[in-house]
C-alpha cells in the first residue's frame, strides 16, 4: 500500500486535474503566509513543480522511480518547501479555479512521515506524545481536569451517558487542560455557561487529542487511531452537541469525524457565547472605553466560514470600539502555529507570528482578540517580543474573546 504521494503514479485524477488547471496568476502566492515571511514555499510553484513533474514521468517506467519530494536534483519539491506550510488555506480561498493546494501537501507529508520517516525531528516528540499521553506536550493524563479544582462552581464529570436535561457537552482540548493561557479560556467560557444557566458536562480524563496535530503534520496512522478511541468515547456516552473553544478541534470533530461515524453537531464558544448575549441571558457591565481588535483563526474563518459571530459579540460588548486589520476575514493572515507547525522550529526567513503581530500593533489596540489557543500563544509571543525590543512591556495584551466577555459579565 502506498500512503500519500510519493511519486507521480500516486497523484490521483483529482490531483492531475489542478495541476492542469492552474492558471499561473499567482492569487494563491500572494496570498500565502510562508511566501510573505520569505519561506521557499509558493503554493504556486508548487502545482506548477508538480504538474511539470506528473508530464514527465506519468506512463513512464520513472513514474514510480522518482520522487516528487527531496533535496537532490531530480526531485521537485524541497523539504524545507513541504513543511513551510501552516495549511491555513488562503492559497484555496484565493483560487480561481478550485485548486486544493493544502490537501496535495498534507498528502506528501503523508508519504513522507509514513514511508520515508524523513520529518523534523521536533514532530517526532510530538508524535510520541500524542500516542502515550494522549497530547502534544506530553503532560500527565490524570492532569487533564485539573482546571475544574480552580473554578468556584460545580462541574460534573461525564462517568456513564450524558443525561437529557444537559445541553452541551464542553470539549475542552489538550490546550485549554494544559496550557495556562488556554486555561484561563476554559475556565472563563465554564463561568459563562454556568451564568447563563446552560447546562454543561466535560469528559476530563476521558478525553484525549482529536489528532489534528498528527493529521495536518503527515501522520495519518496517529489520527486514526485518536479519532476513533475519541469517537467511541462520544458515541458511548451519547454526545449530541458539542462546544468547543479550538477551531482546530471544531474542524477536526464537526468535519472530520463523520467519516469515522461521528456525527455531533458542533459549536464554536464565540458562536454559542454570541447567541447567549443575543438572548440576553448574559447581562453586561459597562467597563472603561477601550479599543480592541480580532484576528482570525485560519481554522475558525477560512476552513468553517465563522467571521461575524465573534465580530457580533465584541461589538455588542460595551465599551469596545473594534478596528479591523488590513487583512481581516477571507483575507486575514495566519499565526504560524497550523499545519503542525505550531510545534516546529522557525528558521527560515521572518517568523510568521511577528508578521501578523506587527499588523495588530498598528492598529493602535491596546487589546488582540482572538478565538484560538494557537493564536493567543502565537501572537501573544509577537507581542512580546516587539516590547522588549522597544525596551519595555507589550505594546497590547491578547486575550480570548470569552475573556473580554467575562470581564463584562462578572461583578468586579
Not at 42 to 47: A, Q
Request: glycine share 8%.
Amino acid at each position: 500500500d502506498v500512503f500519500g504521494i510519493g511519486s507521480a503514479a500516486d497523484i490521483s485524477w483529482k490531483g492531475l486535474l489542478d495541476m492542469s488547471t492552474c492558471t499561473e496568476c499567482g492569487r494563491c502566492q500572494s496570498q500565502c503566509p510562508a511566501w510573505h515571511t520569505e519561506k521557499p514555499l509558493s503554493p504556486k510553484l508548487l502545482i506548477m513543480a508538480m504538474r511539470d513533474h506528473a508530464l514527465t514521468k506519468v506512463g513512464t517506467e520513472a513514474a514510480s522511480a522518482t520522487k516528487i519530494v527531496g533535496n537532490a536534483h531530480e526531485n521537485a519539491i524541497s523539504l524545507d518547501v513541504l513543511w513551510s506550510c501552516t495549511t491555513c488555506g488562503a492559497c484555496v480561498e484565493e483560487c480561481p479555479v478550485d485548486i486544493e493546494h493544502v490537501d496535495h501537501i498534507v498528502n506528501m507529508r503523508r508519504f513522507q512521515v509514513l514511508v520515508e520517516s524523513e520529518f523534523p525531528t521536533e514532530l517526532g516528540n510530538t508524535f510520541r506524545n500524542l500516542e502515550k499521553a494522549g497530547n502534544p506536550w506530553g503532560a500527565n493524563r490524570t492532569d487533564r481536569d485539573a482546571w475544574i479544582k480552580e473554578v468556584d462552581f460545580p462541574i460534573t464529570v461525564i462517568d456513564s451517558v450524558i443525561p437529557e436535561d444537559v445541553e452541551y457537552l464542553f470539549w475542552v482540548g489538550c490546550a485549554g487542560a494544559y496550557d495556562d493561557r488556554a486555561k484561563r479560556t476554559t475556565k472563563a467560557v465554564a463561568e459563562l455557561l454556568h451564568t447563563a444557566g446552560i447546562e454543561f458536562m466535560v469528559l476530563g480524563e476521558g478525553e484525549t487529542c482529536t489528532g489534528d496535530p498528527a493529521r495536518r503534520a503527515g501522520n495519518e496512522f496517529l489520527y486514526q487511531m485518536q479519532a476513533a478511541q475519541n469517537v467511541e468515547v462520544l458515541n458511548e456516552v451519547g454526545a449530541k452537541r458539542i462546544v468547543v473553544t479550538c477551531p482546530h478541534c471544531l474542524n477536526t470533530i464537526g468535519r472530520e469525524y463523520p467519516q469515522l461515524g461521528g456525527d455531533y453537531e458542533v459549536v464554536h464558544h464565540t458562536v454559542l457565547l454570541n447567541q447567549l448575549v443575543s438572548e440576553n441571558r448574559l447581562t453586561m457591565l459597562t467597563p472603561e472605553d477601550e479599543t480592541v481588535t480580532y484576528h482570525d483563526p485560519c481554522y475558525l474563518g477560512r476552513h468553517n466560514k465563522i467571521y461575524m459571530p465573534p465580530r457580533e459579540l465584541i461589538t455588542n460588548m460595551p465599551g469596545i470600539n473594534l478596528v479591523e486589520m488590513d487583512r481581516n476575514k477571507e483575507k486575514s493572515f495566519c499565526c504560524g502555529a497550523g499545519g503542525g507547525r505550531m510545534w516546529m522550529e522557525e528558521t527560515i526567513g521572518t517568523r510568521v507570528n511577528l508578521n501578523r503581530g506587527d499588523e495588530a500593533l498598528s492598529t493602535g489596540a491596546t487589546k488582540i482578540a482572538v478565538a484560538c489557543p494557537f493564536c493567543s500563544v502565537m501572537l501573544n509571543d509577537a507581542v512580546t517580543v516587539r516590547g522588549q525590543e522597544a525596551g519595555g512591556d507589550a505594546a497590547a495584551e491578547v486575550v480570548d474573546v470569552a475573556t473580554l466577555l467575562l470581564d463584562r459579565v462578572k461583578q468586579k
